[in-house]
């Protein structure tokens, strides 16, 4: 990463500002181009610096419905098991964890049922239990790692 890479993403880890061109508008802060924004964060995806570069919806806001969800997953079948969990495009991410519950992910629908049937899916597919975790209350931390 150089200077440029890490100013991106301290920016954006920030927000996006909401604007017709909110690239431009970050490009501007760090006297860039418009254009290397677009490109630093494409090459940032493209070589697995980051897993993902997009909104964070609150489902529940909008009418949907989440969930936490852990998994028992024998080492053995660790792969398998993700790429069926991951196959899911209700599935928001999906983390190893060194605990009994091993594979950790959430679960964002449309509907409390919508979520019962995925998570029912997995277990089918997978032939492993889903423990199902709602939230209860909410906390918000706004995680910033500058880097």
Request: include cysteine; proline fraction near 4%.
């Amino acid at each position: 990463m150089d200077a440029l890479d890490k100013k991106i993403l301290n920016r954006t880890q920030r927000g996006i500002p909401v604007s017709e061109q909110p690239f431009a508008d970050i490009a501007n802060e760090l006297d860039c181009t418009e254009e290397q924004v677009i490109n630093k964060l494409q090459h940032m995806l493209d070589d697995g610096l980051l897993s993902r570069f997009g909104p964070m919806y609150d489902a529940a806001s909008l009418g949907g419905a989440f969930t936490l969800s852990a998994m028992q997953v024998p080492e053995e079948r660790f792969d398998e098991v993700t790429e069926i969990v991951n196959a899911f495009s209700q599935v928001a991410h999906n983390y190893k964890r060194q605990h009994r519950l091993n594979m950790w992910f959430v679960v964002a629908c449309e509907s409390q049922d919508e979520i019962q049937a995925v998570l029912q899916n997995i277990e089918q597919q997978s032939s492993l239990r889903v423990y199902d975790f709602p939230k209860e209350e909410e906390f918000y931390v706004g995680l910033y790692l500058p880097v």
